[in-house]
Structures are given as structure tokens and as C-alpha cells.
């Protein structure tokens, strides 16, 4: 019987599970290391994801923004022949703005008379210049909403007159 002072001493389990790692020593020096190594591929395709994710909403805003630009200058034109010039020059001037992200000789611009007080104009944009996207195979995105490689927005507007 153990005695120490006329207490007797029990020992309860945390106590005995403090003895046992004291003796075995607590190196815990590896296990960091080990938990990184099956964590990061996760957040790091997350991470890659999300950025990807953010670059293809990027690009569609842009080309949608550039076709409403686009569709916007046509308004004052007289002729189709007209319109399209005017569609053409305000998309290439839209695209340039956006030019590290976005290239204006991977676009291409379409003027279409719906009805004598309506025209639409189409800007499509091929997504194979994006060098960034490429890593969408890896992910196992498609590269737009439709899977195909080539963004397309269309813009109505009505002609100029009353």
C-alpha cells in the first residue's frame, strides 16, 4: 500500500496516460507534416477551382458586356452594312479594355436585322487563347456553361427613330 503522509494515492487513468507519454517521450515533430501532406492536394485543387471558376465568370461578363456595347452602337447607323461597322469598332474598342485578360482578334462580331425596328448583334469568343483554362481538363470543368470553347452573348436593340 502506497502511503504518503498518511494519504493513500490512487491513480486514475489521465494520470497513468500522463506517466506513459512522459516515458515514451511526446516527438509530435512529424505529424504536422504528415496532416499538410493529406490535406494540401485538396485545398489546393479547391483553391485552383475557385480561381478557374472566377476566370470563366470573368470572360462571360466581359463578352456579354461587350455585345450590350456593341449592340448599343448600332443604334445610331443608317444601313445594316453600317450597323455592323459600328458594332465591329465599339466591340474591338470594349475588348481592348480588357486586353490582358482578353484578346480582341479571338472575336467575332455579327450584326442581324431582326425586323425593320429591331436588330441584334452576336459576339462570340473562342476561349482556346485562354492559356488559363486549359487547366479546366485537370479539374474536369467545362470551359463555359454550354461545354463548348466558344463564349456567346447576344444583345436586342431597337434601331434608332420613333
Do not use: K
Amino acid at each position: 500500500m502506497n502511503t504518503s503522509g498518511g494519504r493513500r494515492m490512487t491513480w486514475l487513468p489521465f494520470q497513468a496516460l500522463r506517466v506513459a507519454r512522459n516515458w515514451r517521450g511526446s516527438d509530435d515533430r512529424g505529424a504536422i507534416a504528415v496532416e499538410f501532406a493529406l490535406v494540401s492536394p485538396v485545398l489546393f485543387l479547391l483553391a485552383f477551382g475557385v480561381m478557374i471558376a472566377s476566370l470563366q465568370l470573368a470572360v462571360a461578363q466581359a463578352v456579354g458586356y461587350t455585345a450590350a456595347e456593341a449592340a448599343r452602337a448600332t443604334v445610331v447607323g443608317m444601313t445594316p452594312a453600317e450597323r455592323q461597322t459600328l458594332a465591329t469598332d465599339r466591340a474591338n474598342q470594349v475588348m481592348t479594355s480588357f486586353q490582358p485578360l482578353l484578346d480582341p482578334a479571338d472575336m467575332q462580331v455579327t450584326y442581324a436585322s431582326l425586323n425593320a425596328r429591331r436588330s441584334q448583334v452576336t459576339v462570340a469568343y473562342d476561349l482556346s487563347s485562354v492559356r488559363i483554362l486549359s487547366f479546366n481538363q485537370f479539374l474536369g470543368l467545362n470551359p463555359s456553361a454550354a461545354g463548348s470553347e466558344t463564349v456567346t452573348r447576344q444583345f436586342e436593340v431597337a434601331n434608332g427613330g420613333y
